[in-house]
């Protein structure tokens, strides 16, 4: 590692990442395909509606295990909420401002932990199980009707907030993005978004 | 919301609801003889199913894979004494239905130009969500995990006959024709409530009850689960809304607001 560059995450961590992102878009794509009979070319490119209901499944199951393995890496920081939280979350992340900056902030910042535990873990375990419950438990009435609810609210919070998600991670801040491919930040990025963090670490 | 309206367009038999084709059921007229389970076997080329004998004429007990149509046999003691119904239980035929508005595959169930719900085995996935949808509990599925069900003979339909179990009837307690027509009869016959004129859009096969609908064992006010309807008609609209808006979104601040660039020179 260059001497500028700080590590931010693990090996493991971003490659589990890319491995729910996979998975998560296979998913997504085919499952519009099928709630959407005009978007049904979709799954067309997933060679025809068989295979993509087969691909979808199993996409499910990779990605419900990635899901799982994240629980390691974020669930213990998600739920420490501290001031530096409060502050973050009135300041609205300084998103909608040029000038206003939220104080430094810890390893994740509580847009991150909100995400985190509301989206992934929330979203993502409602949607599998949901997945669960309608791929394998097909004869109960009921296991479809709550399970295709479930799912399907499941896909509207992720609709809304994965597309957010990336571009925070991306064009947003700028010099993010390699904390998900190369796993380390420069010091200046690591004191202007995660502050707390980078002072832990000994970068003034 | 234009894919979803798409969608509706598309699968709904709303706009043909006026010359939609049907069948009226008269238990009145129903002599129990089962010809039309018989024909409709035939025509299909259904397997006959070994049975046993359960203490009643009713047989076999319920819809399989390999009967679409049976005739249900129930018996009601009345003051008057025993009653000895017989019911023709099949698919429906809804204008609105339950089954095609759940189907994740295009074309596996779809309506046919003269309002049927028919379906095609091969492109059905085999998830039994129409099995969910239905308000009567007449999608069957058969050794392959594929659909099976009534399809209003379809293929004879198309091509000026009646269904087989109508073709086939020898009192007249199947009969097929204009939906219109079959209602003004029923009507013109004595049968004030026609069961099917206005649920779910409209019912393809209609009966002619003299008693209220529970008394010949069928749903008094037919309907699919409301959470079917909060899914299609709430959540899948606002899934694409909410792609597009968050798309949308993001966009608009990056060009509003911007980046959060790093201000010290020289590090990025």
């Known amino acids: 590692m260059k001497k500028d560059l700080v590590q931010k995450t693990t090996g493991f961590e971003r490659f589990n990442h890319l491995v729910l992102a996979a998975s998560f878009s296979i998913l997504f794509l085919t499952g519009l395909g099928f709630l959407y009979h005009t978007l049904s070319w979709i799954n067309t490119m997933f060679f025809g509606v068989h295979n993509a209901k087969v691909i979808h499944e199993w996409a499910g199951v990779v990605f419900s295990i990635s899901l799982i393995l994240t629980f390691g890496n974020y669930l213990g920081e998600s739920l420490r909420f501290s001031r530096e939280d409060s502050a973050w ?115 003034d | 919301m234009a894919l979803e309206e798409m969608d509706k367009r598309r699968l709904s038999g709303v706009d043909i609801i006026g010359r939609k084709k049907g069948l009226l059921v008269t238990p009145d007229l129903c002599i129990g003889c089962r010809g039309c389970q018989t024909a409709c076997k035939e025509w299909n080329k259904l397997p006959g199913e070994g049975t046993v004998n359960r203490g009643t004429y009713e047989n076999p007990p319920d819809l399989t894979p390999n009967l679409y149509n049976r005739i249900r046999f129930v018996e009601t003691s009345t003051p008057d004494g025993l009653r000895w119904l017989f019911v023709s239980q099949r698919c429906m035929h809804c204008t609105d239905a339950g089954c095609i508005r759940v189907c994740p595959s295009p074309g596996a ?93 409209g019912l393809g096969v209609l009966f002619a009850f003299r008693e209220a609908p529970s008394f010949y064992g069928m749903p008094d006010k037919p309907s699919f689960s409301p959470t079917i309807g909060l899914w299609k008609g709430i959540l899948k609209p606002l899934t694409i809304i909410g792609l597009a808006g968050a798309v949308a979104a993001a966009a608009t601040h990056y060009v509003t607001v911007g980046p959060k660039e790093i201000d010290e020179g020289g590090d990025e």
């Open chain 1, 89 to 203: 979350i009135s300041s609205l992340g300084g998103y909608f401002s040029r000038t206003a900056e939220p104080p430094p902030q810890g390893k994740l910042n509580a847009g991150q932990k909100i995400f985190y535990l509301l989206i992934v873990v929330g979203g993502g375990l409602a949607i599998s199980l949901s997945g669960y419950m309608l791929w394998l438990f097909p004869s109960s009435r009921g296991n479809i009707l709550f399970g295709h609810f479930l799912h399907n609210i499941a896909v509207l919070l992720f609709a809304v907030t994965v597309p957010l998600h990336i571009y925070l991670g991306t064009a947003a801040n700028p010099g993010t993005f390699r904390v998900m491919t190369r796993g380390t930040v420069t010091r200046a990025w690591a004191k202007k978004h995660h502050g707390k963090w980078a002072r832990d670490l000994g970068i």
């Open chain 2, 109 to 201: 169930l779809f309506r046919t130009p003269e309002g049927a719900v028919a379906f095609n085995k091969a492109r059905c996935i085999g998830c039994k969500f129409c099995v969910a949808g239905c308000p009567f509990n007449i999608p069957r599925y058969d050794e392959n995990d594929r659909i099976s069900k009534c399809h209003l003979c379809s293929d004879r339909i198309a091509n000026g006959l009646s269904p087989a179990c109508a073709k086939t009837c020898p009192t007249g307690a199947i009969s097929y024709g204009d939906r219109v027509d079959l209602i003004r009869e029923a009507r013109t016959s004595g049968y004030k409530a026609v069961y099917g004129e206005a649920d779910l859009g």
